[in-house]
């Protein structure tokens, strides 16, 4: 892999622009509505603010180019529009910028392997986020089996960083999100900040999509009792 996979980038997350609609409810796929007030459409605040996570993320599904050869493009094309995506999805997964960025790291690593095999361009985006999701798993396995893990520094930690410049609605969403299952956080991250639909999250998580249905309503279920919690 030449010079463009080296060298760190600012990772933490921009300022939340405001976002109209959202995704939750979407054609009655994920997001069945639950507690913690209910707006326009049956659509809950805490889905609300979800959906409004998708305005953090720098890649837009609606402004990617067209399936295209690999050959059509270069790694190094990919590495530079789809890296700070997916360290932005790593961080929302294993909680601090030093682990995401190893995770996409080996991600784009295992990318480099498989390129000469990826059919287009969706192919070879569906490949980073299936291996950012696996090396995200693999990293909390490996924090759990630790017999003695050391968190973060607060200088790299997502609540330092990452954090610090969300507005307080986001950053009451995602520090609840930290104590969901690590499935559950997985579809809900995939889903509202990654804007995937049901089948993509499907092939990235190795879920069936039922199973990612019924996962992202009791996830979205067990964060508004968490937040109801946290103001009690």
Request: no cysteine; proline share 6%; charged share 20%.
């Amino acid at each position: 892999m030449n010079q463009a996979m080296n060298g760190p980038q600012q990772a933490g997350f921009p300022a939340a622009q405001p976002h109209a609609g959202g995704y939750a409810n979407n054609g009655g796929g994920i997001g069945a509505s639950h507690s913690g007030g209910h707006g326009p459409g049956g659509e809950s605040a805490v889905e609300r603010t979800l959906g409004s996570l998708r305005s953090l993320n720098p890649i837009d599904p609606a402004a990617l180019p067209a399936p295209a050869e690999p050959q059509s493009l270069t790694i190094d094309d990919l590495y530079r529009s789809h890296r700070m995506g997916m360290v932005r999805l790593a961080i929302l997964l294993v909680d601090d910028i030093a682990s995401a960025e190893d995770v996409v790291q080996e991600a784009f690593a295992g990318l480099y392997k498989q390129w000469g095999s990826l059919r287009d361009t969706a192919a070879a985006i569906g490949y980073l986020r299936t291996a950012v999701v696996n090396g995200s798993r693999s990293m909390l396995r490996r924090r759990r089996t630790a017999r003695a893990y050391t968190p973060p520094d607060p200088g790299t930690a997502r609540s330092a960083e990452s954090l610090a410049i969300m507005s307080a609605e986001h950053r009451a969403v995602v520090e609840a999100m930290g104590e969901l299952a690590p499935r559950q956080r997985e579809v809900l991250v995939l889903r509202y900040y990654g804007g995937l639909s049901e089948s993509e999250i499907a092939e990235a998580t190795g879920l069936s999509k039922g199973t990612v249905k019924s996962t992202a309503s009791r996830a979205v279920a067990k964060l508004g009792d968490i937040m109801k919690q946290s103001l009690s």
